[in-house]
């Protein structure tokens, strides 16, 4: 083995790697989220897509999957796995029929009201449960920063 490649190995430390610690972190942060929401079996996209559309009550899909920072293909499954549980309903949009316009059913708006009340400021307090509150806003900003 070269003397670089050894000192490169030696000097990695898997550990103190920005990705590891970002995996790890969000491991933490989705258990916590699937602890809280267990009783509503919501995933996080379908979380962030109900609370979305409850705050915008009627959005396109398009619009709603750049909201929540989900790629097309992905957020047509969401929208069609809340639409089969009678959370959310879908329509064409009456001045642009290509345009998919969404809102909430009642059911969809009481679930997402108590899933935000059951969980919504709570997962972010216990997953940043480690840090000191200065910590947790520095954090905070420089994530957004990355994103």
Not at 1 to 24: F, I, N, P, T
Not at 109 to 126: H, K, M, P, Y
């Amino acid at each position: 083995m070269s003397g670089d490649l050894k000192s490169a190995q030696s000097d990695y430390v898997l550990e103190d790697q920005v990705g590891y610690l970002l995996r790890r972190a969000h491991q933490r942060a989705t258990a916590i989220f699937m602890e809280a929401m267990a009783e509503f079996e919501l995933t996080p996209r379908q979380f962030s897509a109900l609370v979305k559309v409850m705050q915008q009550d009627l959005v396109s899909q398009n619009e709603l999957g750049r909201l929540i920072a989900v790629d097309p293909a992905t957020m047509q499954g969401v929208v069609r796995r809340l639409g089969q549980r009678g959370l959310m309903t879908r329509r064409p949009d009456p001045d642009d029929r290509r345009r998919i316009l969404l809102s909430l059913t009642a059911a969809g708006q009481r679930v997402a009201e108590r899933a935000l009340s059951a969980g919504g400021q709570r997962i972010t307090s216990e997953t940043l449960a480690p840090l000191r509150a200065e910590e947790r806003k520095s954090f905070l900003r420089l994530l957004k920063k990355l994103n």
